[in-house]
């Protein structure tokens, strides 16, 4: 599994973060919400409390300040980091 490769654990993040969407639609996996831009993706957890924030056109990606599991959070940045090479700021 190419997940386990880059030790992400939590394959619902794995298949939200992966799945091809068209401009100004969304995603939703359990309760995280993606919502996609031009060049800005955006997750929510319950579709109301933004938490993630994607830069696709610098390659970078910023949590903010919201409560979700640290575990999933290092998920989330394992995808973007190790997968996707980008940097966190």
Excluded at 3 to 11: A, D, E, F, K, P
Excluded at 52 to 58: G, P, S
Excluded at 63 to 89: H, M, P, Q
């Amino acid at each position: 599994m190419q997940r386990l490769t880059y030790g992400i654990r939590n394959s619902r993040i794995w298949h939200l973060c992966s799945q091809d969407i068209e401009e100004n639609q969304k995603i939703t996996l359990d309760n995280w919400t993606r919502y996609r831009g031009t060049f800005r993706e955006i997750y929510y957890l319950n579709d109301d409390i933004k938490f993630l924030e994607i830069d696709n056109f610098n390659h970078t990606f910023k949590f903010l300040d919201a409560k979700i599991r640290s575990n999933n959070k290092e998920d989330f940045r394992k995808f973007f980091r190790d997968y996707l090479g980008y940097t966190e700021v």
